[in-house]
């Protein structure tokens, strides 16, 4: 699993994905989390999308 944040988001703070990771990792999944930098929230969200893509394409295989 990989999660994607950004570190520079000020409307969803980037501990939010950091606990999710651990919650997930705690249950015994194996879960990447990617920091996208210093973005705003919309462009954090709207940058990983080539990334998503590439990672449910390897991963559908």
Do not use: K, W, Y
Not at 41 to 49: F, I, Q, R
């Amino acid at each position: 699993m990989r999660l994607f944040g950004a570190d520079g988001d000020r409307d969803v703070a980037f501990t939010n994905s950091q606990q999710c990771q651990a919650e997930l990792a705690a249950h015994g999944d194996r879960v990447t989390l990617v920091d996208v930098g210093d973005l705003d929230h919309n462009t954090s969200a709207e940058l990983p999308v080539p990334l998503v893509l590439e990672f449910l394409i390897e991963h559908a295989r």
